[in-house]
């Protein structure tokens, strides 16, 4: 485990692309380029440019039309700038960017608590190594004052439960916000299972976004998901035991298992010698 490198944004989101049934929960993302970024600027209202070896939300920029047809461009918690020119736009992000790999992304309306907008992280895990996949809990992460990006430590957001985080949203019914938690559960398995076809994880956390008219997009895929995140969310602690609880597991069956292999090899070194085992 732990052999092949992380594959980055970019390479991510061409590896869930391949599944069919993943495929529809991807919101279009293009390695960035001026003329990506054109194309995508046409089509959608609003966009979202992120490091390709980013994490924590940083480095993140979001672009959308004004009202007044001019463009804003805002860095995560930062303030946005205006621009009447596409060209102005893609100076700024190129400053903004460092000349580092971004990705381009349609921008998904996410759903919001209070004005603020709110994502949510889904997490799996193993209990065994080679162990089936076990659905560990899930949260909303809401974004903190005046941020692009939902991440807690960067934005200054807060955790909460996902059924309540969905019915004060979208003003759905206690029952349909259940509903909608129980298919992420479900789309938990579906995602980790083809994560599998790279490479056999331990555990993983996704980012998902439900978005104002309640469909689900699938953002990203966490291979070290933070396990503090749970221990915020203070309405729902036995998330959070669970997760330390199958984290201790799986360190016990590795270690078990290292053992049980040493001792087999032992045995076949021992073979065919006439040293008594004692
Ligand atoms: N396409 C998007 N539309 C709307 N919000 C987005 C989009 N991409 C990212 N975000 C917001 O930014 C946060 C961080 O993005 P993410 O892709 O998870 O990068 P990181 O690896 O830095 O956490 C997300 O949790 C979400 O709140
Ligand atoms: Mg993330």
Known sequence: MGKKPEMGKWLLYQFFYRNKDIRPYLPETRKYSHAAFRDMLNRYRSLYVKPVAGSQGKGIIKVWRSANGRYSVKKTTLAANTFTRVDEVIRRIDA???????????GIDLAKVHGRPMDIRVMMQREKPGGRWL?????AKVAGPGSVVTNTALSRGTVMDVPPALTKALGWSRERADRVAKRLESLGFVWARHFDTYQLYRELGFDVAVDTSGRI???EQNTAPSHALFKRNKANLAAYRR?????????????????????????????GTTVPRL
């Open 217 to 219: 997009w699938l953002l």
């Open 135 to 139: 659905y560990s809990g899930m949260l």
């Open 243 to 271: 997760i330390q609880y199958r984290w201790g597991a799986f360190e016990r069956a590795r270690r078990n298992q290292a053992r049980e292999k040493g001792k087999a090899k032992g045995r076949v070194k021992s073979k």
């Open 96 to 106: 903004l960017r460092g000349g580092k790999m971004y990705i381009v992304q349609r």
